[in-house]
């Protein structure tokens, strides 16, 4: 198994330029995640989908936008990139244990950077 | 929804010494669990804590949740160049809320 995959694994990016980044999991999970890390401010939870069809905004939404595509994809737009959001970002999935928290699987990390 | 911080943000460590991160919350936790990325990496799971003063060990790894279940602290003992990297303790939001607030990280280096 491959777990969580993610790309690209870099990218330069000039402002207002668009793209997507690419997220798959082969485990099967209903949750999927994006997060940005930033130095010192540990993971951000961008968006996250609880189950194929559905999504929701987390801490930071603001400029981006995401798919779920199927159980196993889940893809993170940027329309108009900005300096700001130079980052590295990470796809996750998790399934619920019950009675126990959700073990959150990450991908290797996309690192973007906007000039 | 609750906060977890962690201190300290940075920790130096001379190899073979001893040492400890402790992570917080603002509200009382039904589980932390704590991670580990190492540079240029990403996040790994270690280890998650359930029940009050739960007490868990890998290794030179020992992991603590506190009795009121409001904090965690990780010890690791005869730290080795292998350590290297950032531990993050995380919890659930809120509780129903099963989404993780992350703490912002305790990055190790070691000295040979």
């Known amino acids: 198994n491959a777990g969580v995959t993610q790309t690209p694994k870099f990218q330069v990016l000039k402002t207002g330029q668009s793209m997507t980044l690419q997220c798959a999991q082969d485990m099967n999970h209903n949750s999927m995640y994006w997060y940005r890390q930033d130095p010192g401010m540990g993971l951000r939870l961008i968006y996250y989908s609880a189950s194929e069809g559905t999504t929701d905004k987390g801490e930071v939404p603001n400029g981006y936008n995401v798919s779920r595509l199927n159980k196993r994809e889940f893809s993170l737009r940027l329309e108009s990139a900005a300096p700001s959001q130079t980052s590295v970002y990470f796809c996750?999935?998790?399934?619920?244990?019950?009675?126990?928290?959700?073990?959150?699987?990450f991908g290797p990390g996309t690192r973007l950077l906007v000039l | 929804g609750q906060q977890v911080m962690q201190i300290p943000q940075y920790q130096h460590v001379q190899e073979g010494e001893d040492f400890t991160t402790y992570c917080n919350s603002s509200t009382t936790l039904s589980n932390i669990q704590w991670y580990k990325q190492r540079p240029g990496g990403h996040p790994v799971f270690l280890i998650q804590?359930?029940?009050?003063?739960e007490v868990k060990k890998q290794k030179r790894l020992t992991f603590q949740f506190g009795e009121a279940k409001k904090n965690s602290s990780l010890h690791i003992t005869a730290t080795q160049t292998t350590d290297v990297g950032t531990y993050f303790c995380?919890?659930?939001?809120?509780?129903?809320?099963?989404?993780?607030?992350f703490g912002a990280g305790t990055t190790v280096t070691v000295r040979a």
């Open positions: 996750a999935s998790s399934e619920r244990d019950r009675g126990l928290g959700e073990t959150q699987y």
């Open positions: 995380a919890g659930p939001r809120g509780s129903n809320d099963y989404k993780l607030s």
């Open positions: 804590l359930v029940k009050s003063g």
